[in-house]
């Protein structure tokens, strides 16, 4: 199995997980998920320690969805389990939930709400102190570049400021693993680039991990690792040159295309 390159992350006290280096911040055990006969999750299994910027790369249809989905909370798996900074998502998922932050692929913010009010929201439902999350909500929007939209209706803002909202939004309560759903579609380049910036900042800062699903061959190239899903199943995991000469050879889009074709 892939390991990502040993970040050497500041591990400061804002780190508000219980991971230590020996605890993955993923860990995902012979997953399988099926509609019907049909598996989407076909025992997927994948490990991600703290300070990895992992891409799920996998063509339409390939499982991403349904894997966020079960990661979420949203469904549960048919066999095999998740592990989240060392919490069962099976035996305690309210644990293993609450060191999970995600942006979905379909903008989930209140339109008609500020930013602030949208992010007191989340830090609520995560239990935050008041104060703690006041002053999380203005450093954060400060930083992001949205000091000065806080206040503003979310449905006054761009679609790469909206995006931005929700990075604040899924970091708000300092996750120890962050849920990308094909988090660019719809961006221009330059907010592409932002997003992507700031997770391998949280990454590099805080040994988060990421798990990026795309179906961008470009957005798996900038990623430490590279899983490749197909019909359900790992067929690859590893650097983005390891994966390419595993697939095959060439580069990791002539190698993933056929793959996947
Ligand atoms: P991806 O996100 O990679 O495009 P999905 O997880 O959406 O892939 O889909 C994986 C497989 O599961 C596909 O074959 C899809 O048709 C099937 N699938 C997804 N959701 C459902 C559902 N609710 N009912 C039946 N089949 C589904």
Redesign the pocket.
Known sequence: MGRCRRSSYNRSPMTASVATPATPRLLIDQLTKR??A?A?LDGVSVRLEPGCFAALL????????????VLTGLFAADAGDVQVDGHSLRRNAVAALRHIGVVFQAMSLDLDLSVARNLRFHADLHGMPRALAAQRISDDCASAGLGADLQRPVRELSGGNRRKVELVRALLHRPGLLLMDEPTVGLDPKSRRDLRQRLHDDVRQRGSSVLW?T?LVEEAEAADRVLV?H??KLLADGTPASVAATLGGGTLEEAFIRATA
């Open positions: 509609y019907g049909r989407a996998g063509p339409n249809g390939a499982g991403k969805s349904t894997l966020f989905q699903a179906h899903l019909k359900g």
